[in-house]
């Protein structure tokens, strides 16, 4: 934390102070997504099957996760313009209890069988994904610069807990559903509302004090003219000449329209080959594994490697997952490794491009950028969760893991000319 104690006056005592804040933070932030992780990864397990169900068509299975994800990308620049003005805290609380909410609408419809309602409950609820991501953005505003990919990784892997958790989720949530006279599958619904409801308070009653207004406090900066005309100009404006965090935006939008095409159907597909729901859980468990699990390792590799070698090695592993999954056909061990390969591609290029994006821009453009790069990560997942029930109806599953693939292509070529650049740089 040298550089944060060196702008508070350089005193050991201040250094020592933050690095307990950054402690408490992170140990509060790490909670916090481990149980609101049980209500991401529970939805996205039954969200298709539900919106199947509904509409009586497998065309309409993927609107479940287009619209969690559309819901998603809607709060992450509203999000990101209230922790401006109010704080990590008030933010990233409001927004889990607002999610919460966004799921109990959604439980009303689907029990009532008005899709329009389930659909709006599910944009609600996706105010939950767009917290989810913001987290990560908290506990980079203490951390030093040599570990800010460490600490970033962290909250990234607390998701793990709760997202392997909430799609085994199927038969208790069942019991549940008994309970408050739901359909079977609105159990886990359920269980997701009360833990975005826990995951709200926790971040409400302990992370004090608040992270950024710590750090503005302790480095106050001005706010530079162009975030005066909001989150989305003042983004436009700092990514002018700013070729690697353009390349970052890019790589963690097409690595999470990827996952997200193929992730949406395999639920539907395995039902469809006969694979019962404990069998899907378990799947879509370790698929979620593969994304976060291994993100302290990749955090690690991303600074000791660099952020563009390991972004490039995450286009790899896509399409080595798409290709896997693609030749699967209804066989459950490949599709499974498939699944794995896929959140572990996930990961690399979320990690690394939200790292190489940090350390692209200053610090007082960051957070506008921030915003704008969740935002695009989001509608990029909401367009191909939308095309993704169509895909699989028209080309099937192998279809529809080709399609994925080619969304690597100009991310995979851009990492190559900016590493091959690097070299060049280094070389002269």
């Known amino acids: 934390m040298t550089q944060t104690g060196e702008r508070a006056g350089g005193t050991a005592p201040a250094d020592s102070r933050v690095r307990g804040i950054q402690r408490r ?72 209890l607002f999610a919460a909410g966004g799921g109990a609408v959604a439980v009303a419809g689907a029990q009532a069988g008005l899709f329009s309602v389930f659909l709006l409950g599910m944009v609600l609820f996706g105010a939950g994904g767009a917290v989810n991501l913001q987290s990560r953005y908290a506990a980079a505003d203490l951390a030093a610069d040599r570990t800010r990919g460490r600490d970033l990784s962290v909250v990234v892997w607390a998701t793990t807990i709760g997202s392997v958790l909430g799609p085994n989720l199927t038969e208790p949530g069942a019991v549940v559903a008994g309970w408050l006279g739901l359909r079977p599958l609105l159990g886990v619904f359920a269980i997701s509302v009360a833990a975005f409801t826990v995951a709200g308070l926790l971040i409400l009653a302990l992370m004090r004090p608040d992270p ?30 700013a070729p690697r965090a353009v390349l970052a935006l890019v790589a963690v939008a097409s690595g999470q329209a990827v996952m997200i095409m193929v992730m949406t159907m395999t639920p539907v597909h395995m039902e469809r080959g006969g694979a019962d729901l404990t069998t899907v859980g ?9 994304m976060y699990a291994l993100s302290p390792l990749v955090g690690w590799l991303a600074d000791r490697l660099g952020r563009v070698p390991v972004l490039l090695a995450g286009q790899g592993v896509l399409l080595a997952a798409a290709a896997v999954s693609g030749l699967a056909g209804h066989g459950t061990a490949m599709i499974t490794v ?71 292509a100009p991310v995979l070529g851009w990492a190559v000319f900016a590493l091959l650049g690097t070299v060049r740089k280094e070389a002269t």
């Open 282 to 290: 378990l799947t879509i468990s370790l698929h979620v594994a593969g």
């Open 212 to 241: 950024l207004l710590t750090a503005r406090a302790l480095a106050p900066s001005p706010a530079p003219a162009a975030a005066a005309r909001g989150p989305r100009s003042g983004a436009l404006a700092a990514l002018r000449g």
């Open 338 to 408: 498939g699944l794995v390969l896929l959140g572990v591609g996930w990961s690399l290029g979320l990690v690394s491009g939200s790292a190489l994006l940090a350390e692209s821009l200053p610090p007082e453009r960051r957070p506008a950028v921030q915003g704008l790069s969740d935002l695009l990560m989001n509608a990029s997942g909401a367009a191909s969760g939308a095309l993704s029930g169509i895909l699989l109806a028209h080309l099937g599953y192998g279809g529809l893991n080709a399609v994925a693939a080619a969304l690597t």
């Open 25 to 96: 933070v992170l140990t509060v932030l790490v909670a916090a997504q481990a149980v609101g992780g049980i209500g991401v990864g529970a939805s996205l397990t039954v969200g298709g099957i539900v919106a199947r169900d509904i509409t009586g068509t497998e065309a309409w299975a993927g609107t479940a996760t287009t619209m969690f994800t559309l819901g998603a990308a809607v709060f992450a620049l509203p999000l990101a313009g209230a922790a401006a003005r109010r704080g990590r805290r008030v933010t990233l609380g409001a927004g889990w």
